[in-house]
């Protein structure tokens, strides 16, 4: 027992002079710009190994408080102000937290600009800061997932740590003078100096194009000097060798790679922030960003979803958010979150349209209060969190019943896209929706960070086999379903509350958000687009056509019947069923029927394809799924259709029999409508066709219905009589005299 506490004695000061030593060599090299002798760089390691805990004491973050705060780029106006006052809120969240919180800043552009064009007097605001002893009790994570030029570099300097993309750029700061001036240079050597991340030296080639800077090797490291102190140092120390690391006439630029791989300035390189939250050893979503307030409050709404999730649920949502986002400084969104799912596609597009908010400007957060079913789950997911009620479920089977093609289609798309967005697992997601999805429990190795992996995402981790299996969370064969603790547990949900009270409690809400509702607009679409008013819109048509065809020219019905049809396809087309496919193929049907009636006779090709092009765009343009009706869903978006169509046909048959039977008799369309003979009218009319006797025309006068080559049609009357000229060609509506009757040929002469 003595022996053992004597080589216990013996290690631990051993440690402790080798750790003292470390140190030592580590501030000497971020103060004056060299690295520690190669035999130093052997003392970590041995240390981790033979001290297990030793590497998260380093490291600091487990248990850890963080927060991301999102610089956008390029950094001019109030955009320092902005970003100092939502690190003062996270500072203030963040008091007498221990272990030492974490404070993770992403520099960020929506273009390729990449931080060019930031103004030097608001970076270096910005940055000292940063460094000054306001956020000293905080560890400073400067993170770049794209390149940075630009003053904006100067922020990046002033963080305790860098962390960043693999092939992204840092470097050219003055890409934006023309000149340094001395008071330039002064503040990137004050801010290189006061951080330590990277060598004054360097930060200074960054900066002027003039510089030379150099990488000299000596027998205590390396060290970074510019070219008027190299002399001075030879005089100090012996020099190994001399490498010019930034030319004269170039502005310093490294990769990612180069600074952690080459001289060991980033700390880490990660590529989205996933991987940013593994290397901080930190649950992912303990990375949200916090929302830019003026008055760091929350100013929310409400939005709820109930019921099968269809293109009218999506757009109502989608304008909700983007009128509110118009009018009012809006920075919480509620997401009331209760469906059987519905549609994917929808489901989808909104699940877009929700990950591609501003995360730096609006909070999404997901209440699922009862159930979140089958593609409903893509939802939740989009937000940045997601609460659920302690009795609530998510995943599982739905309203909706996918073919084996879609759901490979919205796997794709949810790996390929929507994961990447929200930076974030999606082997769970996708087993609520494929039941072939195996997905297991994985734990990195040497570290207490846990993630769910189907084998597709287990292969595309940079190290797989840093990934150890443990428990299957979801079994092939059957979707995957989550109730409210299950979710807490892998990560699906951030909190679960009793009820919506607790919500509010937890987000510090005093009111409940206001209701997004629609406006009467979006009403008026909604009700003109219900099954019930839509198939009263093609009964109008219908009715309307008919009597157009039915009377000379152009009149009232034709103009009722064209109304109609416009405030049909108008309403499909806001709620998202129809497109501008199916109102080419309704225009081109009426062309086609059109055409087969008065151009070519008979009912041949064009009436029958112009027939089905009308029924087929009426069909597409009142549902949302064309498939074969597998579930309760499905039958009701099927049934709802055929309704619609059901009342077009109806409309027209009845329109047919009513013209045909009473319309010549109502006082406002008897001189609409071409009255059919009878009585004695159609006894004559009989008996002239029987004896094929046009001789009581000869000496009428009329006018010509088409070109006469000699032959064509004339009206008399209110007759349409095939006629053939004195061998004279004659334009349409010119004035003839039927000069001749031989039997039912009849002849015309233009009248001079």
């Known amino acids: 027992m003595l022996d053992q506490c004597a080589r216990f004695t013996v290690f631990s000061l051993f440690y402790a002079v080798a750790f003292e030593e470390f140190v030592l060599l580590r501030l000497t090299h971020t103060r004056c710009g060299f690295r520690p002798a190669r035999w130093a760089h052997g003392l970590l390691p041995l240390l981790m190994l033979t001290l297990p805990?030793?590497?998260?004491?380093?490291?600091?973050?487990?248990?850890?408080a963080a927060r991301l705060i999102r610089v956008p780029l390029p950094i001019t106006g109030a955009v320092d102000d902005q970003v100092k006052r939502k690190i003062d809120q996270a500072l203030?969240?963040?008091?007498?937290?221990e272990p030492r919180p974490i404070l993770v800043l992403e520099f960020w552009t929506a273009d390729e600009v990449g931080g060019q064009g930031s103004q030097f007097e608001r970076s270096f605001a910005l940055a000292r800061y940063l460094t000054s002893d306001r956020v000293r009790h905080v560890r400073t994570v400067a993170y770049l997932p794209q390149s940075l030029t630009g003053h904006a570099v100067l922020a990046t300097l002033a963080c305790e740590e860098i962390v960043m993309h693999p092939e992204a750029e840092l470097g050219e700061a003055g890409i934006d003078d023309n000149t340094i001036d001395p008071t330039i240079r002064s503040a990137y050597r004050e801010i290189a100096d006061r951080a330590r991340t990277i060598p004054s030296s360097v930060a200074l080639g960054m900066l002027d194009r003039r510089l030379e800077t150099f990488q000299v090797e000596?027998?205590?490291?390396?060290?970074?000097?510019?070219?008027?102190?190299?002399?001075?140092?030879?005089?100090e120390t012996a020099i190994s060798s001399i490498d010019t690391i930034i030319p004269t006439g170039e502005m310093g630029k490294f990769t990612g790679r180069e600074l952690r791989l080459q001289y060991g300035w980033v700390s880490r390189l990660a590529k989205d922030r996933t991987e940013l939250a593994s290397a901080l050893e930190l649950p992912g979503e303990r990375l949200l960003v916090t929302p830019s307030t003026n008055d760091g409050q929350w100013k929310p709404v409400q939005i709820k979803i109930t019921g099968a999730i269809n293109a009218s649920t999506r757009l109502r949502v989608q304008r909700g958010i983007e009128d509110f986002r118009k009018t009012q400084d809006v920075n919480f969104i509620c997401l009331w979150l209760d469906s059987p799912g519905g549609s994917p596609a929808d489901s989808l597009s909104l699940a877009h349209y929700l990950a591609d908010l501003a995360d730096s400007q609006i909070r999404t957060v997901a209440y699922i209060p009862a159930e979140a079913r089958a593609d409903a789950a893509l939802i939740a997911f989009a937000c940045d969190e997601t609460v659920m009620h302690k009795n609530a479920l998510m995943g599982g089977s739905g309203v909706y019943q996918m073919d084996p093609q879609q759901i490979q289609d919205v796997r794709t798309a949810l790996s390929a896209e929507l994961a990447v967005k929200k930076s974030a697992s999606w082997s769970l997601p996708a087993a609520m929706l494929d039941p072939e999805l195996s997905v297991r429990e994985y734990q990195l190795r040497g570290r207490s960070i846990t993630k769910y992996f189907c084998a597709e995402e287990l292969a595309e981790q940079s190290d797989p086999d840093r990934w150890k299996p443990g428990a299957e969370e979801s079994a092939q064969g059957e979707l995957y379903v989550s109730h409210a603790d299950q979710a807490e547990r892998v990560g699906l949900a951030t909190h679960v509350v009793g009820s919506f009270d607790q919500f509010k409690q937890l987000y510090h809400l005093t009111d409940d958000p206001t209701l997004v509702e629609p406006g009467w607009a979006q009403q008026l679409v909604a009700a003109l687009a219900s099954p019930e008013l839509a198939a009263t819109l093609l009964f109008v048509a219908s009715f309307a056509l008919f009597f157009e065809f039915s009377s000379p020219g152009l009149g009232i019905g034709g103009f009722v019947s064209l109304l109609c049809f416009l405030l049909f396809f108008w309403s499909q087309f806001l709620q998202g069923t129809a497109g501008w496919l199916e109102v080419l193929l309704f225009a081109g049907g009426i062309s086609c029927v059109i055409l087969e009636i008065f151009v070519i006779p008979g009912f041949g090709i064009f009436g029958l394809g112009g027939g089905a092009m009308i029924i087929t765009s009426l069909v597409l343009a009142s549902q949302t799924v064309l498939q074969i009706p597998q579930n309760e869903y499905q039958i009701t978006e099927l049934r709802n259709s055929l309704l619609t169509i059901s009342a077009a046909g109806a409309g027209l048959a009845v329109s047919v029999f009513l013209a045909r039977k009473y319309a010549h008799q109502m006082p406002l369309l008897k001189n609409v409508l071409l009255i059919p003979p009878a009585g004695d009218d159609l006894d004559e009319l009989v008996y002239r066709e029987s004896l094929v006797d046009f001789s009581y025309l000869l000496g009428q006068d009329g006018t010509t219905t088409t070109k006469l080559t000699p032959a064509g049609k004339a009206r008399f009357a209110e007759e349409l009589i095939d006629v053939v000229s004195q061998g004279e060609l004659l334009p349409a509506n010119t004035t003839v005299q039927v000069v001749e009757v031989h039997g039912n040929r009849v002849v015309v002469a233009r009248v001079i």
Request: aromatic content about 8%.
């Open 53 to 64: 805990n030793f590497g998260q004491s380093l490291e600091g973050a487990e248990g850890s």
């Open 92 to 97: 203030n969240a963040f008091s007498n937290h």
């Open 218 to 235: 000596t027998p205590g490291g390396n060290r970074y000097v510019l070219a008027d102190e190299l002399d001075q140092l030879k005089q």
